[in-house]
Each structure stands twice: as structure tokens, then as C-alpha cells.
């Protein structure tokens, strides 16, 4: 694999970075109690829960702000070469893409969290290959207002997610911060 390559994956994996933060948040943040209420109000649609207790509003709140946050760190360090280099988006309008990013990160959880709802799978009970690339359809989708990513960098971004969660999970459970590996 050659040179060019490499820098792809490395700005397919930059560009996400706000997406992975808004993704990572809600868990980051679980022992805060601030607008700890679920999204759906504990309704249930045919019997079964919209969302889950799960999806709440402080992990929407806080995965927003995460994600614009690392956008604007994106956006200050553009201007040095290596940031610029590494960047298929140049963060003038960095609030918004932050913002885009996170909704969409969030959005695309939701919506892997209502199917799982209507299909039967408990809150926290595995639905590959979606857990893994739910927050990417989302955030790659919602930025179409700012930043329209080619194929080939769409599927770049599920396929390093999807791998960067197996790699992630496993080095975690080694470590014995989780139970499992996957």
C-alpha cells in the first residue's frame, strides 16, 4: 500500500473525530445527572419501549457538545501544515459542522435503537454490524450541508470504524475494563 493510501485513512479517521466523541459521550458522562431523562419519556410504541431508558437527553446534550468542541479544536489547528494536510475539511464553519456532526452521530444511535426496539433486542444486547457504524451513516449524512464525502470516503469511514471498534473493544477487555471482547 502506498503513501497516498495511508494519509486517506488518516483523514477518513480525522474527519470522524467529532463523530466518535458525540458517539463516546453518553457513556463518558452516564454518572452526571443532569438531563438525565430519556428522549422518548419511557412511551412505548405497540407494547415496546421507542428508544430505551438508554437514549437520554443528557447524552444527546453532552455528545453535541463533545463533538463541536473537537471540531473547533480542528478548526485552530488547521492552520498548521500537518492539520491542514490531514484534513478534507477546512473548519471555517467549524460550530456547524460540530453541531452536524454530533446531531448525526446521535440521530443515526436513535434510529439503531428504535429498529432494535421494534425487532425485539433489549437495550445493550449486540446488533452488529450496526453498533458499529450506526453514528458514522449518521454524522457522514447530516454534514451533506457542509461537506458531501465521496463513496469512497463513506465507505472508508464505516470500514476504519468498524475496525477501530474491534480493536478498541479488545484492548479494553485485555485491560479489564470490559467483560468482552467484542
Not at 474527519?15 to 458525540?22: D, G, H, N, S, V
Not at 435503537?113 to 454524522?139: A, E, N, Y
Amino acid at each position: 500500500m502506498n503513501y497516498n493510501f495511508w494519509i486517506f485513512l488518516l483523514k477518513c479517521f480525522y474527519i470522524m473525530i467529532p463523530a466518535y466523541f458525540a458517539n463516546m459521550a453518553p457513556v463518558m458522562v452516564k454518572r452526571i445527572n443532569f438531563l438525565k431523562y430519556p428522549i422518548d419519556f419511557n412511551m412505548k410504541l405497540s407494547g415496546k419501549p421507542v428508544f430505551g431508558r438508554n437514549k437520554t437527553f443528557r447524552g444527546f446534550f453532552f455528545g453535541i457538545l463533545f463533538s463541536v468542541s473537537i471540531s473547533y479544536i480542528q478548526y485552530r489547528l488547521f492552520t498548521a501544515g500537518f492539520f491542514r494536510e490531514v484534513s478534507f475539511y477546512n473548519y471555517e464553519n467549524w460550530l456547524l459542522f460540530g453541531l452536524l456532526m454530533g446531531l448525526g452521530a446521535l440521530t443515526g444511535d436513535i434510529a439503531k435503537s428504535f429498529l432494535k426496539r421494534r425487532i425485539g433486542i433489549k437495550p445493550g444486547d449486540k446488533f452488529v454490524p450496526l453498533d458499529q457504524t450506526d453514528f458514522v451513516i449518521g454524522s457522514l449524512i447530516f454534514i451533506i450541508p457542509v461537506y458531501k464525502a465521496t463513496f469512497a470516503i463513506f465507505v472508508a469511514c464505516l470500514l476504519l470504524s468498524l475496525l477501530l471498534h474491534i480493536i478498541v473493544n479488545h484492548i479494553a477487555f485485555f485491560l479489564k475494563i470490559r467483560s468482552e471482547k467484542w
